[in-house]
């Protein structure tokens, strides 16, 4: 099954800060929302927390969230004790072989963080969506180090933000 990975970091890697993101970026929130429309997503019991409560469970999506604990549930959200098992679960309903859906460049699941679920899931994923946003920001979660097989496919270079910020949007695959 392919994963995928996407996530938003400054230049330094700090992706979070206080279990927020230490920035607002429309943009970039379009871009989440159009890339995992249609998908599983797999996500932190903390990233889960980190949701404004009204957008929970994020909607046209299986919520698929990942907790050590046995008795945790949630209204929308299906609970997975471990990255393998929210795999699983996220292969249930699979697409047919052959469709567009099995190619490399369209995972049929996306991992949406935080810092720990992502270091997890990082072996399993076939590509990466990674927004850098040029944010002078400090903060305590952070993007994991890439090995240097993955390769950036697609960047759509520095963008200007309707916010001050400047961004880019790049897709890395590996072997
Ligand atoms: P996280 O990865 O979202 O969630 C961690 C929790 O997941 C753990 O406390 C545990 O839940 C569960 N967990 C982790 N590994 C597990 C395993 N192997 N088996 C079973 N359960 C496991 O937390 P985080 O690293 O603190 O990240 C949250 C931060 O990232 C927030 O600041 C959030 O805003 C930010 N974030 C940023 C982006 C971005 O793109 N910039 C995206 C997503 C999140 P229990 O404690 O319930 O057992
Ligand atoms: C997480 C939100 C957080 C705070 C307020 C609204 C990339 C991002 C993430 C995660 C940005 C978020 C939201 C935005 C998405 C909406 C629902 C409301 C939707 C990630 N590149 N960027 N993130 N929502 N994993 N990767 O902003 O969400 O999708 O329906």
Redesign the pocket.
């Known amino acids: 099954m392919n994963v995928g990975l996407?996530?938003?970091q400054n230049p330094d890697g700090v992706i979070g800060a206080d279990n927020?993101?230490p920035w607002r970026?429309p943009e970039?929130?379009a871009?989440?929302?159009a890339?995992?429309?249609g998908h599983p997503v797999i996500m932190g019991r903390r990233?889960w927390d980190?949701?404004?409560a009204r957008?929970r469970p994020?909607?046209?999506?299986r919520n698929i969230v990942v907790t050590r604990n046995p008795d945790w549930t949630a209204e929308g959200a299906e609970r997975a004790g471990s990255l393998a098992a929210a795999l699983e679960l996220a292969a249930e309903a699979r697409p047919e072989p052959g469709t567009a859906e099995s190619g490399r460049e369209r995972p049929s699941a996306?991992v949406?963080?935080g810092g720990e679920i992502y270091r997890a899931a990082l072996p399993y994923a076939t590509t990466l969506?990674?927004?850098e946003v040029d944010a002078p920001v400090t903060g305590d979660t952070f993007a994991p180090p890439l090995d240097p097989a993955w390769r950036i496919t697609e960047d759509t270079g520095w963008r200007s933000s309707t916010t001050e910020l400047r961004y880019r949007?790049r897709r890395y695959t590996r072997p």
């Open positions: 996407i996530w938003a927020g993101i970026l970039d929130m871009h989440f929302k890339t995992t429309l990233t980190s949701l404004p957008f994020l909607s046209g999506r996306w949406i963080g969506s990674v927004t949007i």
